[in-house]
């Protein structure tokens, strides 16, 4: 029974979280039990504590599994379709190429963080989680992301100046985001972003 419901709604390979599993009528206890013995028979692989997914076929007789990304975005960054957490630190700040640092583990925000601050591993990957500053939606998840990023431009990011400026206004063109967008959230953050702001060339967007 499991097994067809499994299939009707995820693809092969996409992250199945025990914690998503609701099925009326039937009891979690019951849910893990058919898990234990979907995993015995092969027919579903597990990834990490919680974490299963339908294998597609592979060069290899494992098959292959889901890509860490994914993971990520089902565990920590979407809900129901929804943001609920973004990439931060060095992850955000190498993507948006204001660094050549190699991520050593993936920074996360995510209102499924339970502490301020926490380590974990996923599978063989690090993963650094953190409670964001406030609430994540569809609507602000950029915003205190980029916002994030300031708070700590002076550590992370390998430009300063004129370059750092034209890389952000760039990335916030190219996002949609304005700095209307990022006022409402400007007192959560210690008064060391104005400062980064300044120094990025980015204040006068900004009508304290």
């Not at 292959?64 to 957490?85: H, Q, W």
């Not at 063109?173 to 980064?196: A, E, H």
């Amino acid at each position: 029974m499991l097994y067809d419901y499994l299939k009707q709604n995820y693809a092969l390979n996409e992250p199945i979280l025990v914690s998503d599993l609701h099925i009326d009528g039937v009891p979690m206890n019951r849910i893990r039990q058919q898990i234990s013995r979907l995993v015995e028979s092969g027919r579903l692989k597990r990834f990490d504590t919680g974490i299963y997914y339908l294998p597609a076929p592979g060069p290899f007789r494992s098959g292959s599994a889901p890509s860490i990304a994914r993971i990520l975005e089902r565990k920590y960054l979407r809900d129901g379709g929804k943001a609920c957490g973004y990439l931060t630190g060095v992850c955000f700040a190498s993507r948006i190429g204001v660094t050549a640092q190699v991520p050593m583990a993936y920074e996360l925000a995510s209102n499924r963080a339970t502490t301020e601050y926490r380590t974990a591993k996923l599978g063989l990957t690090k993963i650094i989680l953190r409670k964001p500053r406030a609430e994540v939606n569809d609507s602000n998840a950029r915003a205190l992301q980029l916002l994030d990023f300031l708070n700590e431009a002076d550590v992370i990011s390998e430009l300063s100046g004129a370059s750092l400026s034209e890389k952000l206004l760039s990335y916030m063109r190219l996002c949609g985001l304005s700095f209307d967008d990022l006022r409402p959230y400007l007192r959560l953050y210690p008064d060391r972003i104005f400062r980064n702001m300044y120094e990025a060339g980015l204040l006068q967007g900004i009508s304290l």
